[in-house]
Each structure stands twice: as C-alpha cells, then as structure tokens.
C-alpha cells in the first residue's frame, strides 16, 4: 500500500460470512461497481478451518479485481492463505515478527487506536499503514478510543506512511475523514448494510471520496 490521492476505500468484510462461495459471488459484483483498494477478512468469530476456506473462495475475486486482500489479526495464517499482508491490532504480535514471516513484499497494517505515539512506533518498525478510530459510533465493533480528526492531519502533515480511518464511517461521514487527511477508510457497515445495497453503497462512497474537497 502506498500514499494515494484522493482518498480511496478500504473495504471491510461483515462480521459473519456463511457461504464462502456465495459471498465470493458478491464480492466479485461488488467490485465490478467501483474502485476499492483493499479488502480485509475480519473474521472473529470464525473457526481456522471456515476462515482458511473463505480466504480461498475470495483470494481470486481479489486478484482479478487489483484489489489488496489483507487477513486480519494473523501473520501466519495471511502467511497459509498467500494474503497481500496482515492487519495487526496491539496484541496480534509484532510488526518485525510478521515482517520476518511474511517478507518485504507483503503489506502490514497496525491499529493505532488514538495514539500517535502507537503509530510513530508502529512506523520505526517497519508498518506499511497505520489504522486510527473509532471515529464515529459503530454497529460493528464497541470501541473506547474516539480520536478527534485532527490526528489525521497531524499525521498526513509528519509523515508518508498511509493513515487508514475506521469506525461508524457512513457515506454521509467520510468527507470529513478525508478532508482531514486520511489516505483511505475502512468500512464494515457503511457498505454491507447500505440500504439499497452494497454495490450502490460503493458507488455512493466513490462519489463522495473522489468530489472536490
């Protein structure tokens, strides 16, 4: 992952994926609807075995589309299931022991929380991205961290590392993310329970991230 221009979109998977074939289907028509730079398997539920299968279903759908498939919380299993990098949060192990296991070709993300101090460090380690939120209420994770936007501003202005922005982002908030700074968002909710969809909800977060800000 690099600094990109406008900000782009980071798409998260919902919580629960009960068929890994049906929703390589609609990831596949998702894609087709607009520009998503990366994809995270945020799994916390799932068994190895279910997770491993849904990363083999949607691996390919990534590929064809050009999009980043990252795997959340684990170096080794990104390592089994050949992902384009991890998203490590502060107690899924080290960013040297994933860049140890994965390479240098691999992307690694870490969850920064409010702290630009977490993500300084994150950097000095060798973070290829670093993830700042919960910025707005959010229906898919509870969080106590509440970063004022300013941190992205802050960070864009101090450093090239990519910031990613997460939590409770809508169409309707995103602007303000971007405005601040953030080279891309991460969206679980905003997207997957869109209401008229979450193809339309990519076309809707296009608009907003590539107007005139």
Not at 7 to 18: A, G, H, R, T
Not at 87 to 116: F, M, P, W
Request: glycine share 8%.
């Amino acid at each position: 992952m690099s600094e990109i221009d406008p900000c782009q979109l980071y798409l998260l998977s919902p919580p629960q994926i009960e068929s890994a074939e049906d929703f390589a289907v609609t990831l596949d028509s998702v894609f087709s609807s607009g520009d998503v730079a990366c994809f995270q398997l945020r799994l916390k539920e799932a068994s190895e075995d279910h997770l491993i299968q849904v990363a083999n279903a949607i691996r390919p759908v990534c590929i064809s589309h050009d999009v980043a498939f990252i795997l959340n919380d684990s170096a080794e299993l990104a390592k089994q299931v050949d992902a384009d990098g991890v998203h490590l949060g502060q107690s899924d192990g080290s960013v040297e022991e994933a860049r140890t296991l994965l390479g240098y070709d691999k992307s690694i993300g870490v969850t920064c929380h409010d702290s630009r101090h977490l993500a300084f460090e994150a950097g000095d380690k060798g973070a290829d991205y670093v993830a700042f939120g919960t910025f707005f209420d959010s229906p898919t994770k509870a969080s106590d961290y509440r970063p004022e936007l300013d941190i992205l501003t802050g960070w864009d202005e101090a450093t090239e590392i990519p910031s990613v922005a997460i939590g409770g982002i809508t169409v309707d908030n995103c602007q303000q993310l971007a405005k601040a700074g953030a080279h891309f968002v991460a969206v679980s909710s905003g997207v997957w329970s869109y209401p008229e969809g979450p193809e339309a909800a990519v076309k809707a977060f296009n608009a907003q991230l590539k107007a005139d800000l």
